[in-house]
């Protein structure tokens, strides 16, 4: 038996933490989105009780390093089943992008294996086994627009975004999640988005309240190591998107453009500073259980 599931994106509209937990964790308040750039995850059963992992990126690896095989681990354990499968992921998302795609195809197997296996578990029971591969897998089994608190694991899904359109800018760099992570300090963090008043933005598709209270709190910490970061952020500014952040830990920055127009026209610009540059929408993956 054969499946496929489509692995968006993401990004954050929002992204605060408030505190550190005992262990490390963070705690997270942030606004995310998908987008309609997306890996394609096929799976296949084995006969064996075996995990094996095949991509056609060389920067991945396919053992159990990769998020995609934890997360069919985590499954089994939680199911105790034996079964084996076979993961062929075919990437779109750049890697170690801020974009989720390791994320988003971890989640893209626990939704698929739940149809494969025919094993009934709700979203919220595949986002609370997600955490346990990383924190951005819980959105990821929603993938659509959602508030996410907690460590990664409450996922509040919010109604969809207003027509936009999204210019994703990711520079020749790849940055380290954890490295970025260690370095965040609470005394010195002076400025967080305003998520209240995102939400609020969000629940009434008010344009102008969404794009004034954007915000990642990761950014400046990111961008002193890369300022490629805040280079790309400008020019999309100046080539015309209403508002420009980046997301996740980076170094990928996105512009956010109400106007299909003014978006061809800022991403026509950027590609001549930038090799990777993507025009993409918001999407929302229908629930399937």
């Given at each position: 038996m054969q499946i496929v599931e489509k692995?968006?994106?993401?990004?954050?509209?929002?992204?605060d933490t408030?505190?550190?937990?005992?262990?490390?964790?963070?705690?997270?308040d942030m606004?995310?989105?998908?987008?309609?750039?997306?890996?394609?995850?096929?799976?296949?059963?084995?006969?064996?009780?075996?995990?094996e992992v095949v991509t056609d990126s060389g920067f991945l690896p396919n053992d159990r390093r990769?998020?995609?095989?934890?997360?069919?681990?985590?499954?089994?354990?939680?199911?105790?089943?034996?079964?084996?499968?076979?993961?062929?992921?075919?990437?779109a998302i750049p890697v170690a992008a801020g974009l989720g795609g390791g994320s988003s195809d971890a989640a893209a197997v626990l939704r698929g294996l739940n149809r494969m296996w025919?094993?009934?578990?709700?979203?919220?029971?595949?986002?609370?086994l997600g955490l346990q591969v990383d924190s951005d897998v819980p959105y990821c089994v929603y993938s659509q627009t959602a508030h996410v608190t907690g460590k990664g694991e409450?996922?509040?899904?919010?109604?969809?975004?207003?027509?936009?359109?999204i210019i994703l800018a990711k520079p020749k760099i790849s940055v380290s999640t954890p490295n970025i992570l260690r370095q965040v300090n609470y005394d010195r963090i002076t400025a967080h988005p305003n998520i209240d008043d995102l939400l609020s933005g969000i629940q009434n598709q008010d344009f102008e309240a969404i794009f004034a209270n954007m915000g990642n709190v990761l950014e400046p910490i990111t961008a002193k190591r890369y300022p490629e970061i805040l280079q790309i952020k400008q020019q999309l500014l100046t080539f015309g998107a209403d508002a420009a952040?980046?997301?996740?830990?980076g170094p990928t920055v996105f512009g956010v453009c109400r106007k299909q127009s003014r978006a061809q026209r800022v991403y026509n610009s950027l590609k001549g500073?930038?090799?990777?540059?993507?025009?993409?929408?918001?999407v929302n993956l229908e629930e399937r259980v």
């Open positions: 692995a968006p994106a993401k990004i954050n509209l929002g992204l408030l505190f550190e937990h005992s262990n490390g964790d963070k705690e997270w606004v995310m989105t998908s987008v309609d750039l997306a890996d394609y995850v096929m799976l296949e059963s084995l006969n064996s009780n075996r995990i990769n998020l995609a095989f934890q997360a069919v681990s985590v499954l089994k354990r939680y199911c105790h089943v034996d079964w084996g499968v076979r993961i062929k992921i075919r990437k025919s094993l009934g578990l709700d979203l919220a029971t595949l986002a609370r409450v996922v509040t899904p919010l109604p969809k975004l207003p027509p936009m359109w952040q980046m997301s996740g830990t500073f930038c090799r990777e540059v993507y025009l993409v929408r918001p």
